[in-house]
C-alpha cells in the first residue's frame, strides 16, 4: 500500500515562500508520474505541478515562473518550493502518485496566503 504524507503547509502573507513536502512510503527512483496537485474551496482539484517520463516536469500557467518541483529519490520525498504566493495560491496542496493500475493520493497539506 503506497502512502504520502505532505507537510510544509501554512499561513504565510502575499509574496512570500513556502517549501511543501510529500514523502513516499514506497521508492520513487522510477516513478515519473509523481507531483502536486491543489483544490481551493469550492472549487475543483487541478494539476500545479509534476515529473515527466523523461524526468522533465510540468507546470500550471498559473504558477509557472513561480513554483518549482523537485525530488530527492534517496529519502522518497518530492518537493514543492512556492515563491511569490499569491491569495488565489490558497489552497489544500496535494501529492499524487500513479503506477501502471492506481493512482495514489495524499490527505493533502493547507496553504493559506493572506493578502
Known amino acids: 500500500q503506497v502512502q504520502l504524507v505532505e507537510s510544509g503547509g501554512g499561513l504565510v502573507q502575499a509574496g512570500g515562500s513556502l517549501r511543501l513536502s510529500c514523502a513516499a512510503s514506497?521508492?520513487?527512483?522510477?516513478?515519473?508520474?509523481i507531483g502536486w496537485s491543489r483544490q481551493a474551496p469550492g472549487k475543483q482539484r487541478e494539476f500545479v505541478a509534476g515529473?515527466?517520463?523523461?524526468?522533465?516536469?510540468n507546470y500550471a500557467d498559473s504558477v509557472k515562473g513561480r513554483f518549482t518541483i523537485s525530488r530527492d529519490n534517496a529519502k522518497n520525498t518530492v518537493y514543492l518550493q512556492m515563491n511569490s504566493l499569491k491569495s488565489e495560491d490558497t489552497a489544500v496542496y496535494l501529492c499524487y502518485l500513479y503506477s501502471k493500475t492506481m493512482s495514489y493520493w495524499g490527505k493533502g497539506t493547507l496553504v493559506t496566503v493572506s493578502s
Open positions: 514506497v521508492s520513487i527512483f522510477s516513478i515519473n508520474a
Open positions: 515529473f515527466t517520463v523523461g524526468g522533465g516536469s
